[in-house]
């Protein structure tokens, strides 16, 4: 099969969200062949890891500029990075479009930074998708607040505010109306999900 991967997060020896992303093109390249979409910056130590990997030989990683400048004044870091990711995914969905044309995908996967109120740039390609693992549907125990601080109660209180607001919009619920897999990280996550598709408990663990 033709896999095209969405991996905005995808660096091996970095741990956490671009661990799974790296994992994630290493299994899917056991045995098919694979294109990934990720951050520029990602490319040299990517493809250099993927040199030494027998099957690395099976995977063409493409980059697209990610670039979240410093907020302005009293631009808070979360609504800031949010701006630019949703910008990253739009540019996402040209270019898979693009190379579906180019390659005739058999499916489409949106592996990591994956949220269930954000954009999945590769949904706009009209083949099967895989989602996940999906996160973004917990919220902190409400006894637990106070221990945030001020900057950390506006911060989670945006968060909390934008999740329920932008979660309602088209491109949002589009990941969830297309998807044949989700995969969820956690039940909170899941219960949040509407799809026609099989929903996994998939442990971010």
């Known amino acids: ?7 905005l997060a995808c660096e091996p ?4 969200e671009p661990e799974v992303g790296y994992r994630a093109v290493l299994a899917a390249a056991q ?3 694979v294109w990934v979409l990720t951050e520029t910056a990602n490319i040299e130590p990517l493809e250099a890891a993927l040199a030494r990997d027998p099957n690395g030989h099976r995977v063409r990683v493409h980059g697209i500029d990610f670039a ?3 907020p302005g004044h009293g631009t808070p870091q979360v609504l800031n990075f949010q701006r630019h990711y949703n910008r990253w995914q739009q540019q996402v969905a040209r270019v898979a479009v693009d190379l579906d044309a180019a390659v005739d ?3 489409v996967h949106h592996v990591t930074l994956a949220s269930y109120w954000t954009r999945a740039g590769v949904a706009a390609v009209d083949k099967p998708l895989v989602w996940g ?3 973004g549907g917990v919220e902190p125990p409400v006894r637990l607040l106070t221990e945030l601080g001020p900057r950390g109660l506006l911060e989670d209180g945006l968060r909390f505010v934008g999740r329920h607001a932008v979660s309602r919009l088209p491109f949002a619920r589009q ?12 039940p909170a996550t ?9 929903v996994r408990l998939l442990s971010n663990a």
Do not use: C, W, Y
């Open 190 to 198: 899941a219960r949040r999900l509407r799809t026609a598709g099989a």
């Open 1 to 7: 099969m033709k896999l095209l991967l969405s991996a």
């Open 68 to 70: 979240v400048p410093e």
């Open 133 to 135: 693992p999906i996160g």
């Open 13 to 16: 020896g970095k741990g956490s």
């Open 105 to 107: 995908f058999d499916a």
């Open 31 to 33: 045995r098919h062949e």
């Open 175 to 186: 990941p969830a109306r297309k998807a044949s897999v989700v995969f969820a990280q956690n």
